[in-house]
């Protein structure tokens, strides 16, 4: 039997004695990184993904792409995850797959897309929403509904949030699924109860419309309320209408021009177009009809017909102001809930 050199028996001895104290100095380097130790962290992680682990491969790899301990480096990060994921570590294939989505190399797009379904195959509840997702879109993948509604059912199960909201839509819609309005209904408020803005507009109109649910006009302006206070520009839009139309009791034109100029101010066009027939009509507000013609402008250049059918009018209107009142019959209709 050969004999061993001092150098080689040196090497064997170095790597037994490290591979021993690799899981201890494995948990160190967490607990580091856990405590936002990332000085620490990275000098007792990185030997470690050197020498293989993939797990600290991978935690090395959270730290490049969020900045932690270090410059934010997406191609370090891309290294990392690889070397992880190729030792199947299920975290890994997410975040590396999610990172090639948008990797400025288009050619990275078709791994991405193995990494994620890898990774959803083997249960990670975020690539299964975002391989869903995928396939709704029709992005880096043919479309389809069915396999989309698959993939988005097994996350929204788990409770991801993003799942449970694109459930509702396509339970609403019937794309995938059996049109069902209950189904929406519970996918919408579970996502909504775990504080989707999305989730919650689309909750309100189903309780406004009667859509699985009978017609309460309360719960509706409830879940209008919620989703419009977190910056929802579709339930702004909506809850204006609701306090303009007075649904439920007398109009409300102060609280409606309010939450029409949220919406509008976020680009919403159907607030702008509102919120233009409020200033033409004095509305909540004195009769304007600069500020009524810049709203009307605003949504028309967005391409919505009604405001583009209703330019014309006020313009004529500002003409004859310059000479006498204006004309402030009614021009426009409101515009239904988004």
Excluded at 114 to 134: C, I, P, Y
Excluded at 184 to 202: M, T
Excluded at 306 to 333: C, D, F, I, K, Y
Aim: hydrophobic content about 40%; aromatic content about 10%.
């Amino acid at each position: 039997m050969a004999a061993f050199t001092p150098r080689l028996l040196f090497l064997l001895l170095f790597l037994s004695s490290t591979l021993t104290g690799s899981a201890a100095s494995f948990k160190d380097g967490v607990k580091a990184w856990s405590a936002a130790r990332y000085a620490q962290a990275m000098k007792i992680l990185r030997p470690l993904a050197h020498l293989g682990h993939a797990h600290a491969q991978m935690i090395l790899g959270v730290m490049y792409e969020n900045g932690q301990g270090t410059k934010p480096d997406a191609q370090q990060a891309v290294k990392w995850y690889e070397l992880a994921a190729e030792q199947d570590e299920i975290e890994a294939k997410y975040r590396l797959g999610s990172l090639l989505l948008v990797d400025q190399n288009e050619n990275r797009r078709p791994e991405a897309v193995k990494w994620l379904r890898s990774a959803a195959d083997e249960g990670h509840r975020f690539a299964q929403a975002r391989v869903g997702l995928l396939c709704r879109q029709g992005k880096f993948m043919a479309r389809d509904d069915s396999e989309a509604a698959r993939w988005l059912t097994l996350a929204a199960e788990q409770s991801v949030t993003s799942a449970q909201t694109m459930m509702g839509v396509l339970s609403e819609r019937g794309e995938g699924v059996t049109q069902d309005f209950q189904a929406a209904l519970k996918w919408y408020k579970l996502a909504a109860e775990q504080g989707d803005p999305e989730a919650q507009c689309n909750l309100g109109v189903l309780y406004q419309q009667g859509r699985g649910v009978s017609v309460d006009y309360h719960e509706a302006v409830r879940w209008y309320q919620t989703a419009a206070e977190k910056g929802s520009s579709a339930a702004q839009f909506n809850l204006g209408l609701f306090y303009q139309k007075g649904v439920d009791g007398g109009p409300n034109f102060d609280e409606a021009i309010k939450w029409y100029r949220k919406a509008a101010e976020q680009g919403q066009a159907q607030a702008q177009c509102n919120l233009g027939l409020c200033y033409q009509l004095g509305w909540g507000t004195e009769v304007d009809l600069q500020a009524a013609l810049q709203w009307y402008q605003k949504a028309a250049a967005q391409g919505l017909i009604e405001a583009q059918n209703t330019l014309p009018v006020v313009r004529r209107q500002l003409e004859r102001s310059r000479t006498g009142p204006a004309n402030r019959q009614q021009t426009s209709s409101l515009i239904g809930p988004f």
